[in-house]
């Protein structure tokens, strides 16, 4: 499902290069549920956005479905994130202007889809997450909690294969960090796969299974 | 959602920092429509002016020159008054007046003058400072168009006028009596003539129907007699030596004068360059006013725009990652920000419009004198100029929009 070959990736600054992905190799499988682990600044948020198509590498080859993302065109390659990948950020990065069912419309905004299916779609993953009563509120007039709701179900708005989540609890309580992986784990049972990226080593055990990196090596 | 529901709540949500830019592009487009209105007025106002001037083309005989025309003396230099016709009854555009005439050099109580035939109506209408105080010949107003059944009248000689003749707002003197001379002042004083003294020329009496007003021009030192009247007294068939003309100073500048040389082969066209040049240089003047004006008050609204979309676009650059994460394309991103230029554009070129054309029915009186009106068609011209000022000046802020490295924000998220 994904793989990562010999993937590295250089950071070029003016003083220093920075070396933040060195060789790594990895294959996760189809309905996967992995978490990377590892200290801050071990490339770990690095590797995960390399992995969804959003950071080229200085070296090497990923693959998802057995097809080199990053040799695809462009405009072939926002569409691998729009349909196969969901992305969960650890500041949730929901769009300020729009309201929580707004902000879940909006993949499905970018694929085309209709208004009326966008709204029925967007408000049925926000029941699913219990917001059916906070759909009209913009993320300002939300709970943190209820935010990372809002993203959870932004992320599953295309029906993904992939689910990348980064730091997902790293701004929450231990509750909402709880909860937030009941839902990942929900996702896993459902088949989807499931990668997320944590420096705490309590909700990497939640995962299936464990990738450490180490200066950017996996170890 | 779609795109311009996204954009729209994007503008609800930054008003005060849209205002700004807004402001900008709305007080661009106020002052061009109010300067473009009130000029466009100015001008209409000054070119009747300057038409009152008299003639700005001539039409001589091959072979004649400019010089032939102001001493009258012309020699042999003759051609058809058919020409009139040709011209009226041609598709030229511009031709406001025609004033076909003939001069022959005589002598009256032993001195040297000038005897020159004239088709009454039209020579009065060109000659605005024929009017006397009080008025005893009017202008006939518009401009561009000379009147068939008026020219033909007074080629006939006949009373009978058309509705549009009899429409002149004042009593026009539109027929010179076959026995009837006009007297220039500086030839009225020299000779000793009155009004309703009796002249001979020719052989033939002729009775002072008018001294006419001192022009400062070689008018005042003829006598004007039928053309008619004056082409029988001296042989000459149905022939003139000169055809005055008064063509819309626009219309000499987009071509007129050729459309006349191709029209009259052998006949010489000749602008009254100073008379011309006056109008048009006027007329260039002022538009190189308002463009000059036109251009930096643009470059101050795109200026401001573009600093709007500068700060949009770095303040949004966290959402412009999330959206390409999500699976926007470059392009989607693109069209975001072109299309709220485009509505920026529309909303400032729009409330531009109504505030100049206020701003110009308002003051055009005041500043230049004039009675100003709207004009519905510079709405399209100024939205139009809006949104291209408007996405020129965020053409650059859109690439660098279009261009965001999503990991760079994730990455520090």
Known sequence: ?219 | MNTFLLVLKELRERKSQLLTSFLAIVLGITVIVAVETITHFSEKAVAQELDNLGANVLILPKGATVNNYYTADFGEYVMPESYVDDITTSQLQGVDNLSPKLTEAITLRGQRVYLTGILPTEEFKAKPAWQAPGGIFARPQGCGTVVPGRLARALGGSGQGSAATNAAPRPVVDALGASQVLVGSDVAERLGLEVAGTLHIQGQAFAIQSVLPETGTVDDTRIFAHLHVVQELFHRDRVVNAIEMIGCCQEISKGLIDGLNRLLPEARVVTIKQIAQTQLSTNTMMKRFSLIFLVIILLVGAVSIANYMFANVYERRREIGTLLALGATRRQISIIFLLKSLMLGVAGGAVGYVAGMVLAVALGPRIAHVAVLPLPGLAGWAIALAVVVSIVASALPVSRAAQTDPAEILRDA
């Open chain 1, 1 to 219: 499902m994904l793989r990562a070959q010999n993937v590295s990736k250089r950071y070029v600054g003016r003083s220093s290069d920075v070396l933040a992905l060195d060789s790594v190799e990895l294959e996760i499988a189809k309905g996967d549920f992995v978490s990377i682990v590892g200290p801050s600044g071990s490339g770990k948020s690095t590797l995960l956005l390399t992995l969804g198509g959003l950071i080229r590498p200085s070296g090497g080859k990923v693959y998802v479905d057995g097809q080199s993302i990053y040799e695809l065109p462009r405009g072939e390659l926002a569409a691998l994130r729009l349909n196969t990948i969901g992305f969960v950020f650890q500041t949730f990065n929901l769009v300020p202007y729009l309201t929580a069912l707004e902000n879940v419309q909006v993949p499905l905004y970018l694929r085309g889809t209709s208004r009326t299916q966008q709204k029925e779609r967007a408000a049925q993953l926000l029941r699913k997450v219990g917001l059916e009563d906070r759909l009209d509120h913009k993320p300002a007039e939300l709970s943190v909690g209820q935010q990372q709701r809002v993203a959870l179900a932004r992320s599953m708005a295309n029906n993904p294969r992939i689910v990348l989540a980064d730091e997902p609890t790293g701004n929450v309580d231990p509750e909402l960090a709880d909860e937030m992986l009941d839902r990942l784990s929900d996702m896993h049972r459902e088949g989807v796969t499931v990668v997320i990226v944590t420096h705490d080593p309590r909700i990497a055990a939640r995962a299936a299974s464990q990738l450490r990196l180490v200066a950017g090596r996996i170890v």
